[in-house]
Structure formats: C-alpha cells, structure tokens
C-alpha cells in the first residue's frame, strides 16, 4: 500500500492563481480530511469527509473548497491564491473517528 | 480563542530522562484526547490516545496521564531517546454527533541529547 499520497510536494503561486492540491488513499478509508500547519500555530483542521460525496468544515474553510466524489481521492482548492494561505498542507485518512488518521508526506505551498 | 493550550513550547533533556508535556482543555465535550509525533520533513503520526474516563494509559515508553477535574492531560516519554527528538503535538477530539471536531496544541519542540 502506498498509504496517503500528495502532490505537488512543493508549488508557488502568485496571488489570484487558483490550483488544486491532489490526496490518494489506497487504504479504503472513509475519514479524509485537510489540515494547514503553520509555525507556532499547530495543525489546523480546514475540511474533512466521512464518505464519498459528503464534506463537512473544519476550523479555517474560508478560501478552500473540497469535495469527494471518490472513497480515494479528496482534492484541495483555493480558488484565489492569498499570501496568507503560505503553509505546509497536509491530507489523512482513517478508518473511523478523524483523530485516527494516517497523514500523508505534506505539500508546501507558498503565496508570493 | 485556544482551545488546547500545549506547554512548553520547546524542552530539551539528557538521554534517559523524562520528558513531559502538559496540554489543558476547556471544552468539557471532547471524547478523545490524542498525542502526535512529527518529524522534520514528515507528517504527524498518531502515538497514544485516552478517553476521558481513563486516568492513565501506556504504550511502550509513552504514558498519558489524564486529569479530568482540571482538564488537563500529559505525556511522559520513559527512558527517551535521541530518536524521540521530534515535535510532539497534542489535540482533543469530538467524535460523537453530527459534527466532528478536532483541535490541536501548538505543539512541543523536544530534544533528547545523546
């Protein structure tokens, strides 16, 4: 198994561009979710799912859209790219409950 | 407003000693309180959990020690190692209802020298 895959590890963005970030699970997990980590401020929850077609917020949506039309893929995106969403964006997934959750290697995004 | 405050936020010890972090809660609401290891360059990875109604729970050299009256919890690594040196994250979760929460600490730089 390949377990929690992303990609890009790394991208920049200028300010205004949209991209998607890309997360795969290979595990048949129901939980995925999304979490920007910045420093000094933890890991924040932005989206997560319990299955395929339902999304729910996390802490800080504002600026992402998700959606799950698959039980392996749970794409990111920012719709317009702001210098405050310069952060390491990582993905997980779990079987159950959002804090048993494998996450992937983390995709560093920076805003100029 | 924090809802996990984690503490401290850097710790270095000698090979052998005891590391301890503290996190604090307020949300009496949280069903589940987890520990996360990270490495540089690496995701999270989960190292121990606890309920709230569980006083202490061990796995391996890691203990939780829970304090429900005064919403608190810590970790106690035994015995650490220079390979523990690592980023250790504490979080409190909702698992029950139509909603589910997760909310970390901001996390504990440790540094075990050899």
């Known amino acids: 198994n390949a377990g929690v895959t992303q990609t890009p590890k790394f991208q920049v963005l200028k300010t205004g561009q949209s991209m998607t970030l890309q997360c795969a699970q290979d595990?048949?997990?129901?939980?995925m979710s999304w979490y920007r980590q910045d420093p000094g401020m933890g890991l924040r929850l932005i989206h997560y799912?319990?299955?395929?077609?339902?999304?729910d917020q996390g802490e800080v949506p504002n600026g992402y859209n998700v959606s799950r039309s698959t039980t392996e893929d749970f794409p990111l995106r920012l719709l317009s790219a702001a210098p405050s969403q310069t952060s390491v964006y990582f993905c997980?997934?779990?079987?159950?409950?959002?804090?048993?959750?494998?996450f992937g290697p983390g995709t560093r995004l920076t805003v100029t | 407003q924090q809802q996990v405050k984690q503490s401290p936020q850097s710790l270095i010890v000698q090979k052998g000693g005891i590391p301890i972090i503290n996190c604090a809660y307020e949300?009496?609401?949280?069903?589940?309180f987890p520990w996360y290891q990270q490495f540089p360059g690496k995701g999270p990875a989960l190292l121990i959990a606890?309920?709230?109604?569980?006083s202490e729970k061990k796995e391996g050299r890691f203990t939780i020690s829970f304090n429900k009256s005064a919403k608190q919890f810590s970790l106690h690594i035994m015995d650490s190692q220079p390979g523990d040196s690592a980023t250790y994250f504490c979080?409190?979760?909702?698992?029950?209802?139509?909603?589910?929460?997760?909310?970390f600490g901001k996390g504990t730089k440790l540094t075990v020298n050899p």
């Open positions: 606890i309920r709230p109604d569980v």
């Open positions: 997980a997934s779990s079987y159950g409950p959002l804090y048993e959750q494998y």
């Open positions: 979080a409190a979760s909702l698992t029950r209802g139509g909603s589910e929460k997760l909310v």
């Open positions: 949300n009496t609401a949280f069903d589940y």
């Open positions: 595990m048949n997990h129901e939980y």
């Open positions: 799912s319990v299955g395929a077609g339902i999304t």
